[in-house]
């Protein structure tokens, strides 16, 4: 079996979520002896070579469609369905502000990629894109997928409702790498170190988490660069924090458990979440999440970990002191390492495979 992942033109120069769930997910797959090859969106690509191609992030349809339209394949989709409405309408500010808070999301997302083009030289390659819009663009992607692969039941239901499409689906859970996260039980925690790991940007929400644990007893370390086009955010956050606060910048996945592992919580206060994969990560060495509601998290921690609301300062703060104060939570290390990990996520992946190329087929899980 021949797949082509098949995702965004700046997967690896702006490292996220979907990098490590791409990644580790072509990882795993090739040690069940798929043969998987990741291309970017402006790659050229010879799709003869190629089954089914897996594509990647609806968020960016641009990157996909001309794709999908040129190869004649059949695809299926890993949706990673962020909202960003909230943070958008929300959270910005000034000029920018002004032009987006009456904007629907499909419209926001429109426009963003005008201006990563504009402004980042990120061309959309997709006339059809251009044309038909945002929402006409992923509804037409979604619709003829043999399969939708959402990250959580809850993202399909999302997904489904929002741009009213009926397709299949099988969720995929997010996961972490066993192979990497080997856990040091004798390092000595820290019950004042907090640690939070995502890319610096509005959406991810460092800047209310900065506010809500300035000078108080925790020493807070942000792990992640800026988002290109939020690097005046990075400079609001920077400049908003108290000595208890640093910067540590990217950290490979493999140095990150050394933080995890001798950090008390584990902070995502995210304005919208699919996972918060750093989150998993962090459960599994032994950290107490905290992590926002809003978005699919609920699905994946349900009642181990403490639920903040973004807007609030003081809702995080609050959320924080109770994980800080309360016993390590053993729980989320047994779903980790049983059911939210890249081996499992390759082998549902595979399965999903094989139900579209064979319909004909039942496949079990």
Not at 63 to 69: K, S
Not at 129 to 135: A, D, F, N
Not at 294 to 310: F, I, L, Q
Request: hydrophobic share 35%; with cysteine.
């Amino acid at each position: 079996m021949k797949i082509l992942f098949l995702t965004r033109a700046n997967l690896y120069s702006v490292f996220g979520g979907d990098t490590v769930q791409i990644v580790s997910t072509a990882k795993y797959l090739r040690k069940l002896g798929v043969q998987v090859d990741i291309h970017l969106g402006n790659d050229k690509i010879d799709y003869s070579n190629y089954d089914l191609l897996h594509v990647f992030n609806i968020i960016r349809p641009a990157d996909i469609l001309p794709h999908l339209l040129k190869s004649g394949k059949p695809y299926v989709l890993s949706t990673i369905f962020v909202d960003f409405t909230d943070y958008e309408h929300l959270h910005r500010n000034g000029i920018t502000a002004l032009v987006t808070k009456n904007l629907s999301t499909d419209k926001l997302e429109y426009l963003k990629a005008w201006a990563r083009w504009i402004k980042n030289g990120q061309p959309i390659h997709s006339t059809q894109y251009i044309l038909k819009g945002h929402r006409n663009a992923v509804k037409q992607i979604a619709q003829n997928a043999e399969l939708l692969l959402p990250n959580s039941q809850n993202e399909y239901n999302r997904f489904a409702n929002y741009y009213g499409i009926a397709t299949p689906h099988k969720v995929i859970y997010n996961g972490i790498d066993l192979d990497i996260f080997n856990i040091n039980t004798k390092v000595q925690r820290d019950n004042n170190l907090v640690i939070c790991a995502a890319r610096i940007e509005g959406n991810k929400n460092q800047l209310n988490l900065i506010k809500a644990l300035n000078n108080t007893r925790f020493q807070l370390k942000i792990i992640g660069n800026p988002a290109p086009n939020h690097k005046r955010y990075y400079r609001e956050c920077v400049n908003s924090a108290a000595s208890n606060i640093s910067f540590e910048g990217f950290v490979p996945q493999a140095k990150l458990i050394e933080y995890y592992q001798r950090a008390k919580v584990h902070v995502l206060p995210s304005w919208n979440e699919t996972c918060g994969l750093s989150s998993l990560e962090a459960a599994y060495a032994g950290c107490n999440i905290v992590i926002t509601d809003r978005g699919d998290t609920t699905e994946y921690y349900k009642d181990n970990a403490w639920y903040c609301e973004p807007d609030k300062p003081s809702s995080i703060y609050h959320a924080v002191e109770e994980a800080a104060i309360a016993p390590v939570n053993t729980v989320l290390y047994d779903k980790v390492k049983q059911q939210y990990n890249w081996q499992q996520a390759a082998l549902h992946t595979y399965q999903a495979y094989q139900q579209a190329l064979y319909k004909d087929t039942a496949i079990a899980g």
